[in-house]
C-alpha cells in the first residue's frame, strides 16, 4: 500500500526492521534531549505527517525493548492517528521507571502499524443474545 509522507525530520522515513515486522519504528525529532524524570511524560515530535486513506488508521504502540529495560512507555495507547489528521506526528511518552531518561534525537521511541477499520451502524434493540459468559468481566474467566 502507499502512503502519501511528509518528512520535515532529520531522520529517514519509518521502515519495518524484519521481513515479518507490523510495526516501524518512529523517531525523534529535537533539537535538543529531552529529560524525563520519574513518573513524568512529555509530548515528542517526529517530524512526520501523513495522508492515509480513509478506512485505515495509523495505530502508535510502545516500543517494548524501551518498555521492558527502561519503563518508557505511550499514554493513551495505542493512540490512533484518523485519516483526515494532517498534523505532525507526535508521541506521548511516560516514564514509568524510578529513574530519569534522556531522549535523544534520533532515537526510536515507538512503533507505528498501519490498520484498516470498519465503520460501526448501531441497530438499536432491547436485549442481546445470551452467551455462557455473560455480563461476567474482569477476571471473570478465570487467572490462569
Not at 90 to 102: C, D, P
Not at 110 to 120: F, G, L, P, S, Y
Amino acid at each position: 500500500m502507499k502512503i502519501k509522507i511528509v518528512n520535515k525530520s532529520k531522520h529517514n522515513l519509518p521502515a519495518y526492521e524484519t521481513e515479518a515486522s507490523a510495526g516501524m519504528d518512529l523517531r525523534a525529532n529535537l533539537d535538543e534531549p529531552v529529560l524525563l524524570k520519574p513518573l513524568e511524560r512529555s509530548l515528542i515530535p517526529t517530524g512526520l505527517f501523513i495522508e492515509l486513506p480513509v478506512g485505515f488508521e495509523a495505530q502508535i504502540r510502545p516500543r517494548s525493548g524501551l518498555a521492558i529495560k527502561k519503563g518508557i512507555t505511550l499514554l493513551n495507547t495505542p493512540g490512533t492517528i484518523d485519516a483526515d489528521y494532517r498534523g505532525e506526528i507526535r508521541i506521548i511518552l511516560a516514564n514509568l521507571s524510578n529513574e530519569e531518561f534522556v531522549v535523544k534525537d534520533g532515537e526510536r521511541i515507538a512503533q507505528m502499524v498501519i490498520a484498516r477499520h470498519e465503520k460501526a451502524d448501531w441497530i438499536e434493540v432491547e436485549e442481546l443474545a445470551e452467551t455462557e459468559r455473560g455480563a461476567g468481566g474482569f477476571g471473570s474467566t478465570g487467572t490462569n
